[in-house]
C-alpha cells in the first residue's frame, strides 16, 4: 500500500511561519504570514514528522515496533500474524491470513488516504515474482543498470565472481583509479548482494579498498561485473511449505589470516530456513 501525499499529514510540533503565496494574497494584510498547523513537503521537518505520525498510528492499531528494526512492524492476533515493512509512504504487508490483512488495510484506509497496490512485485530495485509453488526474488533490472552506469554492459561474462587465489593489499604500488567511480561501483553491488548471496564474499572482499582503491582494485571489481553480466536473473527462491516445523540450520567456515596487509581471518556465516537462505 502507498499513502497518497503522506507529508501534508504530519502535525508540526515546531512553530512554522510562511509568506502568503502567489495568487492567495489577502487584500489589505499583505505584510502578514500564514502560521502551519500541517506540514508541507520541503520542509525539514517533514520526514521526522510524517515518520512520528505513522508510529504512533500503527501503535495504536496494537502492532509492535521492532527494537532491532525500527521500519518493521508485528501484530498478533490469535495465531495468526501481520507484519508490515515501511518505507517511507510505502508498505509491504505479509501476513498468513488473508482476512487479517485486508482488515489491516482498512484500519489503513480509514486512517489516510491510501492506494492499495495489490500483489507485491516491485520494491526498492527488487523483484518479486509470487506463485502457487512459492515466492522468488531477484535484482535482474538493477543488475543492468549497474552494468550500463559502469560501462560494463557489452563485456563478455565470465564463470566465478572472484579467483580463489586472488591476494590483494591496501600497500599495492598499481596507480590509483578515480576513487569517486569505484565507490559508487562497489556501494551498488553492495545493495545488489541483498539476493544475491553468491557475491557477498567477493563484494565485501573489494569493499576494503574504498579508501584508496588502485588497478588491481578495479580489475577486481570489473571482474565481479563480468560475472553479473552473466547472472543478472539469478535470485533467491523460497518455496512453499506445509510442514508447521521448519529447521534453522547455518553453516560457516573462515580462511587462516588470509588478510595480507593485517593477517586476519575472514568469516563467513549463511542462515537457512528450511532449503532456503534468509541472511548471511
Not at 527488487?126 to 531477484?138: D, L
Request: glycine fraction near 6%; include cysteine; charge should be positive.
Amino acid at each position: 500500500m502507498d499513502v497518497k501525499s503522506a507529508f501534508l499529514n504530519d502535525d508540526l510540533k515546531e512553530e512554522v511561519y510562511v509568506e502568503q503565496p502567489a495568487g492567495f494574497i489577502n487584500t489589505g494584510n499583505e505584510h502578514k504570514v500564514f502560521k502551519l498547523k500541517k506540514a508541507l513537503y520541503g520542509l525539514h521537518q517533514v520526514p521526522r514528522a510524517w515518520n512520528a505520525k505513522l508510529d504512533e498510528t500503527l501503535l495504536l492499531f496494537r502492532f509492535r515496533r521492532s527494537p532491532l528494526k525500527h521500519a518493521i512492524y508485528t501484530r498478533w492476533n490469535g495465531e495468526a500474524q501481520l507484519v508490515v515493512g515501511v518505507y517511507v509512504d510505502d508498505l509491504v504487508i505479509i501476513g498468513d491470513s488473508c482476512d487479517y490483512i485486508k482488515h489491516f488495510k482498512k484500519e489503513m484506509a480509514d486512517a489516510f488516504k491510501m492506494s492499495d497496490l495489490g500483489l507485491l512485485r516491485y520494491y526498492l530495485s527488487i523483484e518479486v515474482r509470487q506463485s502457487a509453488r512459492g515466492t522468488s526474488i531477484s535484482q535482474g533490472a538493477y543488475a543492468a543498470k549497474i552494468l550500463k552506469k559502469s560501462g560494463m554492459a557489452g563485456y563478455n561474462p565470465c564463470q566465478v565472481p572472484m579467483a580463489t587465489c586472488l591476494k590483494l593489499s591496501k600497500m599495492s604500488t598499481e596507480p590509483l583509479v578515480d576513487a569517486t567511480a569505484y565507490r559508487s561501483i562497489v556501494g551498488s553491488l553492495r545493495y545488489l548482494v541483498n539476493t544475491r548471496l553468491d557475491l557477498a564474499f567477493a563484494v565485501g572482499y573489494v569493499s576494503r579498498f574504498l579508501e584508496e582503491p588502485r588497478k588491481d582494485h578495479l580489475a577486481a571489481v570489473k571482474q565481479i561485473l563480468r560475472y553479473v553480466a552473466g547472472t543478472k536473473s539469478w535470485g533467491l527462491k523460497y518455496e512453499r511449505k506445509k510442514e508447521k516445523q521448519v529447521q534453522l540450520t547455518r553453516f560457516s567456515d573462515s580462511d587462516f589470516a588470509g588478510d595480507v596487509d593485517a593477517r586476519k581471518s575472514t568469516t563467513g556465516v549463511i542462515f537457512f530456513l528450511a532449503n532456503s537462505p534468509i541472511t548471511w
